[in-house]
């Protein structure tokens, strides 16, 4: 049953339509076999008996019959291709989007833990095995044993000696097949294991491809990427290698089954007590049941292969989603009481209490890795803290549905990410149902509707993955546009300016300024003056609160933030760093 539901992706009721038809499809292509021993049976019998003749007219049904049978196997054989085909694509399609609905479930920390091309490796090559199990390898399998049985059932009404002597030695192949199969799960796990690391080493070659050139990195010097293929090559070789000798062994079995009863069979006709009739049918169904049989065989070992993509994506959609039904409240307040928060066991916040009110605009400051951007992903619960509460409007953001939460919060990153599609599209992201018109306003008020008119299909212009073929400011503003549409009361900003020229920097800051207005809005800001003017300036330092209060307030108090301050009016102040 288990691999019935890996082979499926988790769905194994979606097997039951095609595995009837299969099986009634291959019922069907009984009929002429069975037809053919009949006819073998009709033209020996005059040679077999003293003055028996040949009976033609039941000859001519027999061959009729079997014309018969091809059309109906022809006719029963359309919809077994059909619902194994459609449920191949289908379980794959429909698994692909629950596995991708699943993962925008997920906790972050679980995806950062895993490498992200390994889990396109999954969407894309995990599901295309399931696809192919389902398609070929359990109608083939099914075909390849449905033949076999019936024909020892049959043939055992015939004549039992003979059906135990053909199938004799196959119960010795099936021992050889299972007793191996752990080896075998062994050997696919790590011809696995190696696949999934070239492709990670190969995506991380094509997305650092700029850096790899500039450095020079290229040909032999990056040998990571050429060490996992010689893995990938040794893996699939040692799986062949293990794996050939003990399919060709089961083989060997079956094929001495077919020896060994035609022994048998000599004997008794030699003694007198097996009809030679009875023993061409048994050659003929002897021979033909031999390719089957060994189809199943290697089937099975290559099932099993394919089994164990399902598992992995099972395994995934198990994974524990992040928890909460209730909708956050209408108030937008935030609270930290006591919050303390790590991605390892290494605390990056500690013990953090802050208060955020309504309509007030709140500066993020301190040194890299102060854990400021920490602080954001918790307000938009992409983590929950390990102690303490993230309150929303008084409730804690932890019973909240997730999404429901998210709806409520627009966040403007320094690396935008746009996505292959219009500009338009992508401002859309904000709000899908939005008309054109509140994209273009949304975009004036965001500073960027004058460039996009200039774009030779304006709002229709297609952007490159990740955003590639428009500017950093302008990817900014796309962005700005988006949260604008999204209308949300609370805003998450990451200093956007950090690395822009004046005059981008001037028209993102007139941007913000129309975003932010009217909400509750956290800024992390690496240079003082954009935030001169917040209501609150937190200084954070080694994942705590070491001051808070006003631009003026902090300067009175003459710390870190008014050592910070000075410096950068001294240097012109760039980003703030350690
Ligand atoms: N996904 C992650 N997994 C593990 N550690 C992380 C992760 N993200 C951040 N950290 C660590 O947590 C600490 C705080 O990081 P955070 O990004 O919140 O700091 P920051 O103040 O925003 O830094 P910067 O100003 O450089 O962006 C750092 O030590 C960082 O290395």
Redesign the pocket.
Known sequence: MNMLRNITAGNPRMLVKPVLYTTLANLCGIIPFALLVEAARLIFEPFAHTGGTLDTARLWWVCGGMAASLLLLYICEIPAYRSQFRGAYRAAADGRSRLAEHLRKLPLGYL?KRDPGDLANMMMGDFTMVEHGISHLVPQMIGALTMPILALAGLAILDWRMSLSLFAAFPLAVALVLLTSGIQRKLGAAHMRAKIAAANRLQEYLNGIRVIKAYNLTGERFVRLERSFKELMRHSIRIEGLLGPIVLSAIAFIRAGLTFMVMVGVHFLLGGSLDVIVFVSFLIVGTRIFDPLTAALVNYAEFRYHEQAGERIVQLLQEPVMTGDRMPPERHDIEFKNVTFG??NKA?IKDVSLKLPVGSFTALV?P???????VLRLIARFYDPGDGKVLLGGEDARAMEPEALLRKVSMVFQDVYLFQDTIAGNIRFGRSNATQQEVEEAARQARCHDFIIKLPNGYDTLVGEGGSTLSGGEKQRISIARAILKNAPIVLLDEATASLDPENEAEIQQAIDRLVRGRTVIA?AHRLKTVKNADNIVVLDNGCIIEQGTHSDLLAQRGLYARLWHLQQQTGGWKMSN
């Open positions: 950062n991605y390892q990056v301190g890299s890795g102060s854990g400021k951007s920490t992390i």
